[in-house]
């Protein structure tokens, strides 16, 4: 477990859970489910101290359960948001966590790399609880940049530029919230190549495309990730409509926070609409890259029976001379003379090439395209 004290003077970071709320700022406990599970009660105590309240019995079954989707419930004493997040390929079990066994999937990396894990929230005014998995890259990669902001006893000067620390519980949740979703953001650049990828295999005619399994795989995750997206972006407008609820105090500071709030939370939301824009966008070009294929796959095989229909047009008079002269009667002209043959020949090939020449004009020999 990782307990941050946040104040506007920086940014501490201890081992024991703190007694009381601090005079200045608020404290951030992050903890995987393994932990929360095995400490609930000293967490618990902890809530009650420092936020005056404990999480309700279904609320901590919702924070323990790893296959909960995105959503947010609101009570008189805090919020609850659980957002889902990548999971990493490791797994959950590098720290003890009971792994949720990730679903095996076929074809390239970059489809094994959409599984997702919750990350559970719990808002009060003086206390941030985050309950993560046990590869906790977003908290992590937080934690350090939090550190890194914290100014040094030398002087102010060492915070680095834009390092604006988080104002409240709320603030900061929205920020681990963002850095959640731009991981899906990094995502589509890597499915767009892939996919890219695919449709010129699936257009060129000299090749023959084998990954039907990945590819039904990859729209079958597809439209799982624009679900996830889908869950997520309405425990976003969820938690918008309750931020819009909440008391604001007169003064200007408050206003301006509370303002800062909302447009973060915009923020968060049009992330998440861009992701499912491209997830969108992502399973439509693989319909029409898989419905051009088999179009160009149904235009050359009418290539070839239209080849094949011109040639039998060409010899179908040749086979009608040949069956002529073969009929079994006594007297039939040119039989019996000794330029029958070459005047058979010579008739037969005047008729296919003038019948090869009217079909070569009409362009019913000729190839629509590669």
């Known amino acids: 477990m990782r307990i941050f004290s946040i104040s506007p003077a920086g940014v501490t970071e201890s081992d024991a859970l703190p007694a009381q709320a601090p005079a200045q700022g608020y404290v951030w406990l992050a903890c995987t489910r393994a932990e929360f599970e095995a400490q609930q009660a000293a967490i618990q105590a902890t809530l009650q101290a420092l936020g005056g309240a404990t999480l309700l019995d279904l609320h901590v079954s919702d924070l323990l359960n790893a296959q909960l989707t995105s959503h947010y419930e609101p009570t008189s004493q805090y919020d609850l948001l659980v957002f889902r997040r990548l999971a990493t390929s490791q797994g959950d079990g590098a720290t003890g966590e009971p792994s949720q066994p990730l679903r095996k999937r076929s074809g390239p990396p970059v489809l094994r790399r959409i599984d997702t894990t919750p990350v559970g929230f719990a808002v009060f005014d003086q206390v941030l609880l985050t309950v993560h998995p046990a590869d906790c890259a977003a908290r992590d990669a937080y934690a350090a940049r939090l550190l890194a902001a914290t100014p040094t006893p030398e002087g102010a000067e060492a915070r680095p530029a834009n390092a604006r620390l988080p104002a409240s519980p709320a603030d900061l949740m929205l920020r681990v919230v ?59 407008l969820d938690w918008i409509e309750g931020l819009k609820g909440w008391p604001v105090a007169d003064a200007p500071d408050a206003r301006h926070e509370h303002e800062l709030l909302l447009v973060r939370s915009r923020d968060v939301l049009e992330h998440i609409e861009r992701v499912v824009r491209h997830v969108t966008r992502l399973e439509h070009n693989a ?84």
């Open 178 to 236: 963002n850095q959640i979703v731009d991981g899906y953001l990094a995502l589509r650049r890597e499915l767009s190549r892939q996919l890219d990828h695919w449709q010129v295999e699936l257009l060129d005619p000299r090749t023959r495309f084998s990954n039907w399994a990945a590819l039904l795989e990859a729209r079958l995750t597809l439209h799982q990730l624009d679900d996830i997206c889908e869950d997520q972006r309405a425990a976003v």
């Open 287 to 370: 319909e029409t890259a898989v419905q051009m294929h088999f179009s160009a796959q149904g235009n050359r095989t009418n290539d070839i029976m239209r080849t094949l229909t011109a040639l039998t047009a060409i010899f179908l008079p040749l086979n009608l001379i040949a069956g002529i002269f073969g009929m079994n009667f006594e007297f039939i002209p040119l039989v019996h003379r000794e330029a029958g043959f070459w005047w058979a020949m010579g008739s037969m090939l005047f008729i296919a090439l003038a019948l090869g020449l009217l079909f070569w004009r009409k362009r019913y020999l000729a190839r629509t395209g590669r």
